[in-house]
């Protein structure tokens, strides 16, 4: 006889990481309350829980390669390619934000434990946004993900674009999830579903043709809502002053666990729920990627903060990686590459001027970085790879991520979007190049003084720029990955 358990599908595996992030968070919390911790041994339990968090992940493998693509809690969390990819992204991005997020959480006064739970508590809320079959369920890690990024932009109370940072971030983002909810409704009152794969079979059942028009608006809604967090054109305005206001030491993690939930929605929402319907949203998609690509470009030429500069480039990203998203299952596995390839620059890029700037800095001038390669040759080289990277380089895995994503726009006759991604792309050597001019080759008068790495900066630093070059000259790997992510629906 079939249990309860059995019935809902109840299995902790499946929800193992977010269920370690937050009992981490709580062993956190009891130890600030009720007992004397010292610093090491808080450390020492945010770094197990994060190492344990990793290990869950694995356990997630062996229960999708022992039953597949599975739906569990009452058809409320999917195990899927995509949850895998997702949870192992954001595990490594917390772990190798780990030093950065502690150092500057110990200079936030009598805050110090606080911005290590919201850390955690954001990043179980993006995996619980990833894991998520129904799209109210969606809406939930989204919530617990961004309300406690909101947080933690603000959490340096003394400074004033901290303060606004995490004002705006709160008021616009509030908005997005408003639309988002908005799209959920109408969608479920057309169709009468709520999930991903429900959504597909719904299309197929009574086809495309007569899908009814506030399912189309209901989806265009949740799009926007998740276009927001990836800061897509004309949804970036917050991206640079949220970038420029949060403490330094966060922003690497905040940019890149949003964008990975975030587009990894996307492309499940593109490949399953919306495979059939895809077409009715090219020119919304083309709009966006163009736009993106635009004002992304125009106002990162004249950005003097780097920390802006590298918001603005971000917004160009999320219109490349948008572009392969809506081009064919093909297209998004090119996504997928060019997005990690991308978490990987943008992580390391923000250690960098973490380690420079002081941890809870909100202006870094791009003076900053001048003559940083006469007393910092090894930052200088791991920041020149990192920016090459950025701007398409050969012998880098962005050359590699844009060379895939152009071809594949260019099979499928996608000619605009092609001339536009190479201008952009070519565009961006100035603005990508000129500060490793700054800090590398340009003559300073009051050069950058020697800076003393801890072993764990320069094993990060040297990991995320091996793994920039690597990609870059043997790039099979990760392009065997993000084809095995989507290989069920081509």
Same mark, same amino acid.
């Given at each position: 006889?079939?249990?309860?358990?059995?019935?809902?599908?109840?299995?902790?595996?499946?929800?193992?990481?977010?269920?370690?992030?937050?009992?981490?968070?709580?062993?956190?919390?009891?130890?600030?309350?009720?007992?004397?911790?010292?610093?090491?041994?808080?450390?020492?339990?945010?770094?197990?829980?994060?190492?344990?968090?990793?290990?869950?992940?694995?356990?997630?493998?062996?229960?999708?390669?022992?039953?597949?693509?599975?739906?569990?809690?009452?058809?409320?969390?999917?195990?899927?390619?995509?949850?895998?990819?997702?949870?192992?992204?954001?595990?490594?991005?917390?772990?190798?934000?780990?030093?950065?997020?502690?150092?500057?959480?110990?200079?936030?006064?009598?805050?110090?434990?606080?911005?290590?739970?919201?850390?955690?508590?954001?990043?179980?809320?993006?995996?619980?946004?990833?894991?998520?079959?129904?799209?109210?369920?969606?809406?939930?890690?989204?919530?617990?993900?961004?309300?406690?990024?909101?947080?933690?932009?603000?959490?340096?109370?003394?400074?004033?674009?901290?303060?606004?940072?995490?004002?705006?971030?709160?008021?616009?983002?509030?908005?997005?999830?408003?639309?988002?909810?908005?799209?959920?409704?109408?969608?479920?009152?057309?169709?009468?579903?709520?999930?991903?794969?429900?959504?597909?079979?719904?299309?197929?059942?009574?086809?495309?043709?007569?899908?009814?028009?506030?399912?189309?608006?209901?989806?265009?809604?949740?799009?926007?809502?998740?276009?927001?967090?990836?800061?897509?054109?004309?949804?970036?305005?917050?991206?640079?002053?949220?970038?420029?206001?949060?403490?330094?030491?966060?922003?690497?993690?905040?940019?890149?666990?949003?964008?990975?939930?975030?587009?990894?929605?996307?492309?499940?929402?593109?490949?399953?729920?919306?495979?059939?319907?895809? @077409?009715?949203?090219? $020119?919304?998609?083309?709009?966006? =990627? +163009?736009? /993106?690509? *635009? #004002?992304? !470009?125009?106002?990162?030429?004249?950005?003097? @903060?780097?920390?802006? $500069?590298?918001?603005?480039?971000? =917004? +160009?990203? /999320?219109? *490349? #990686?948008? !572009?392969?998203?809506?081009?064919?299952?093909?297209?998004?596995?090119?996504?997928?590459?060019?997005?990690?390839?991308?978490?990987?620059?943008? #992580?390391?890029?923000?250690?960098?001027?973490?380690?420079?700037?002081?941890?809870?800095?909100?202006?870094?001038?791009?003076?900053?970085?001048?003559?940083?390669?006469?007393?910092?040759?090894?930052?200088?080289?791991?920041?020149?790879?990192?920016?090459?990277?950025?701007?398409?380089?050969?012998?880098?895995?962005?050359?590699?991520?844009?060379?895939?994503?152009?071809?594949?726009?260019?099979?499928?006759?996608?000619?605009?979007?092609?001339?536009?991604?190479?201008?952009?792309?070519?565009?961006?050597?100035?603005?990508?190049?000129?500060?490793?001019?700054?800090?590398?080759?340009?003559?300073?008068?009051?050069?950058?003084?020697?800076?003393?790495?801890?072993?764990?900066?320069?094993?990060?630093?040297?990991?995320?720029?091996?793994?920039?070059?690597?990609?870059?000259?043997?790039?099979?790997?990760?392009?065997?990955?993000?084809?095995?992510?989507?290989?069920?629906?081509?």
């Amino acid at each position: 006889m079939s249990t309860i358990g059995d019935i809902i599908g109840f299995n902790l595996i499946v929800i193992g990481p977010t269920l370690v992030l937050v009992a981490t968070a709580l062993i956190l919390l009891f130890c600030t309350i009720t007992i004397e911790t010292s610093v090491f041994i808080k450390q020492s339990i945010t770094l197990m829980g994060i190492l344990a968090t990793i290990f869950t992940v694995f356990l997630k493998f062996g229960l999708f390669f022992t039953d597949g693509v599975s739906s569990y809690f009452s058809e409320k969390i999917l195990l899927d390619e995509f949850s895998l990819f997702g949870n192992v992204l954001i595990s490594l991005i917390l772990l190798f934000n780990f030093t950065s997020i502690w150092n500057t959480s110990a200079e936030v006064k009598d805050k110090t434990t606080e911005a290590i739970i919201l850390t955690l508590m954001s990043a179980s809320g993006f995996m619980l946004m990833i894991d998520a079959e129904n799209f109210m369920m969606l809406f939930i890690g989204l919530e617990i993900g961004s309300i406690s990024l909101y947080a933690l932009a603000g959490i340096n109370r003394g400074d004033l674009l901290s303060n606004e940072a995490a004002l705006k971030y709160f008021l616009l983002g509030s908005l997005a999830s408003c639309v988002l909810v908005y799209g959920v409704a109408l969608i479920y009152i057309s169709l009468s579903i709520s999930g991903f794969y429900d959504t597909a079979i719904a299309i197929s059942y009574i086809g495309p043709p007569n899908v009814p028009l506030t399912t189309f608006i209901g989806f265009l809604l949740l799009v926007v809502g998740l276009l927001f967090k990836v800061a897509a054109a004309p949804f970036q305005s917050w991206a640079p002053d949220v970038y420029q206001g949060s403490p330094t030491g966060y922003v690497g993690y905040m940019a890149s666990v949003a964008k990975v939930a975030s587009f990894l929605v996307l492309c499940r929402l593109c490949v399953v729920s919306l495979r059939f319907v895809i @077409d009715n949203f090219d $020119l919304f998609f083309v709009v966006v =990627v +163009i736009a /993106s690509i *635009f #004002i992304g !470009s125009f106002f990162a030429t004249v950005q003097s @903060d780097l920390k802006r $500069l590298i918001a603005y480039s971000g =917004v +160009i990203q /999320s219109g *490349f #990686i948008l !572009s392969g998203i809506v081009s064919g299952v093909n297209g998004t596995s090119a996504s997928i590459f060019y997005m990690t390839a991308y978490v990987i620059q943008l #992580i390391g890029i923000f250690i960098i001027f973490t380690v420079i700037s002081g941890r809870l800095s909100s202006n870094f001038s791009i003076e900053n970085i001048s003559g940083l390669f006469v007393e910092n040759k090894f930052l200088t080289i791991c920041f020149s790879i990192f920016m090459l990277g950025l701007a398409g380089i050969p012998l880098t895995s962005g050359f590699i991520s844009k060379f895939i994503l152009i071809t594949n726009l260019w099979s499928y006759e996608s000619y605009l979007l092609v001339v536009i991604l190479m201008l952009s792309t070519v565009a961006g050597f100035y603005f990508y190049l000129r500060p490793i001019w700054i800090a590398a080759i340009e003559k300073s008068e009051s050069p950058v003084e020697k800076i003393t790495l801890s072993r764990s900066h320069v094993l990060s630093l040297s990991v995320l720029a091996f793994a920039t070059i690597y990609f870059g000259l043997l790039p099979n790997s990760l392009i065997n990955i993000s084809r095995w992510v989507i290989q069920n629906y081509l």
